[in-house]
């Protein structure tokens, strides 16, 4: 089955597009025909780095609506990474249900996952169990815990009403690492692939040994 995998939180600033280039590299690590789609207009990262990525763009003007139509046209040749800017929940799932994409893609085998990466703030808990009661269960969500953005856990893991959101639809839970922030500062301003740095020379090699084991955890 092909997968479209929405790389989403929402919220701006939670590391959307960093968890985007860690599964564009385990793709290419694990040599996985995949496409990666870059739908933020105002800080287009992964087309900035990537150069066969894509671009297309989400809109709530009907004059637009077939814009993003070539995610679920890639779908039927290969893996799709798509990242989501801020504050798209409305567009995208508009975009899904008025085309009847879940159906659609039932018919030809192709699925959506919804990667929604937080930063463990109560905004984007509740943006979680939003999307969450949106779908249904009719497209599994996989919640990341962005230890980049947030190391203290315990609001979300003692917050009721997503724990339970969490049991009654099945949620996967990922631990995303934290890479130190001058590793993390100068690989985005340099617009590195993981690859790249991992053999970036000025790192050392104690720094570039940081960054595998990141890369390691981080698939």
């Excluded at 004059?63 to 139509?69: I, Q, R, Y």
């Excluded at 799709?80 to 009847?100: E, F």
């Excluded at 990341?144 to 949620?171: L, M, P, T």
Aim: hydrophobic share 40%; with cysteine; glycine share 8%.
């Amino acid at each position: 089955m092909a997968i479209i995998n929405l790389i989403d939180g929402e919220k701006g600033g939670v590391g959307k597009s960093w968890v985007a280039r860690a599964m564009i590299q385990y793709a290419i690590d694990h040599n996985i025909i995949h496409v990666g789609i870059e739908t933020d207009r105002s800080n287009p990262t992964l087309f900035n780095i990537y150069k066969d990525c894509k671009v297309a763009f989400f809109s709530e003007n009907e004059k637009l609506a077939d814009t993003p139509d070539l995610i679920f046209d890639y779908a039927f040749k290969k893996m799709v990474i798509v990242n989501l800017p801020a504050q798209v929940h409305r567009a995208v799932s508009t975009w899904i249900d008025a085309k009847g994409l879940l159906e659609l893609g039932k018919e030809n085998n192709i699925s959506f996952v919804k990667w929604f990466v937080s930063d463990g703030e109560s905004d984007s808990i509740e943006l979680f169990i939003n999307s969450l009661e949106h779908y249904q269960g009719y497209i599994p969500h996989v919640f990341i815990k962005n230890f980049g953005r947030c190391d203290e856990w315990e609001y979300f893991n003692n917050h009721e009403g997503i724990q339970k959101a969490i049991s009654e639809y099945g949620v996967t839970i990922i631990d995303f690492p934290k890479l130190g922030d001058a590793k993390r500062i100068e690989i985005n301003a340099k617009r590195m692939m993981f690859s790249h740095a991992l053999n970036y020379a000025e790192f050392g090699i104690i720094g570039r040994n940081q960054i595998k084991t990141f890369a390691h955890v981080g698939k």
